[in-house]
């Protein structure tokens, strides 16, 4: 069964510091993977999604994430954080069948002036 | 033009009531799921129904019953709610088997 595990429930950074936020999945099949972002009392957001194409996928607000098999991860980069990024992130990966969106725990990110 | 929208955004309500959150997708999606985010923020599936038809029915009590009377309608019905039952509901839909999911904004539900 798909699953995707974060590394790290809370990452804290410096205005201006590079963001690395870690994701490693477990699929049987190649896998569809997601970062989605949920700011405080509101919904999710997509940053981005890896569906078999460029391994390394841009997103929006700067983001970025490289799909790497051979590491089964998907980690979520910004090469200079700014306090708006502030939020919660979470990584996702498509079930088997495409039926269901399988979340990993999630990631509070903050950024410290 | 809101993409999945979701009625009421916040609910209070007693325990033992009964209450229904509407959610309607304007996207032409043929998947739609609810989703249970709890205080820890873990997010959940709860069900999934694909041109109107139950696919994904997680473990939850059966006191929750969705209801889809049209593929861009999903419904859902809390009967004798308790205090666990409060959470932050997601409607979401999807097409392109599983390469796009649009999520609503939620419906923050407080059982007292």
């Known amino acids: 069964a798909q699953s995707v595990t974060q590394l790290g429930s809370h990452v804290s950074v410096s205005e201006g510091a590079l963001v690395l936020l870690r994701c490693n999945y477990s699929s049987s099949v190649p896998p569809y993977l997601f970062w989605y972002v949920q700011y405080p009392n509101q919904g999710l957001q997509l940053l981005l999604k890896?569906?078999?194409?460029?391994?390394l996928v841009k997103g929006i607000n700067g983001f970025e994430a490289e799909f790497k098999k051979s590491e089964t991860s998907f980690h979520l980069t910004k090469p200079s954080a700014h306090m708006s990024d502030a939020a919660e992130y979470f990584c996702a990966v498509s079930n088997q069948a495409g039926t269901a969106l399988i979340f990993g725990k999630g990631t509070t990110l903050s950024v410290s002036s | 033009d809101t993409a999945v929208s979701q009625t009421p955004k916040y609910l209070v309500t007693q325990m033992g009531n009964d209450k229904s959150i509407k959610c309607e997708q304007n996207?032409?999606?043929?998947?739609m799921y609810w989703y249970k985010q709890d205080s820890k923020k873990f997010l959940k599936i709860m069900f999934s129904y694909n041109n109107k038809e139950l696919i994904i029915n997680e473990t939850v009590p059966n006191r929750f019953s969705p209801k889809s009377p049209d593929k861009a309608h999903l419904n859902l019905h809390i009967n004798s709610l308790e205090l666990g039952d409060s959470a932050v509901y997601f409607c979401?839909?999807?097409?392109?088997?599983?390469?796009?999911?649009?999520f609503g904004s939620g419906t923050r539900l407080t059982v007292v």
């Open positions: 890896y569906t078999s194409a460029a391994t």
């Open positions: 996207l032409g999606h043929d998947t």
């Open positions: 979401a839909s999807s097409q392109d088997s599983g390469k796009v999911y649009t």
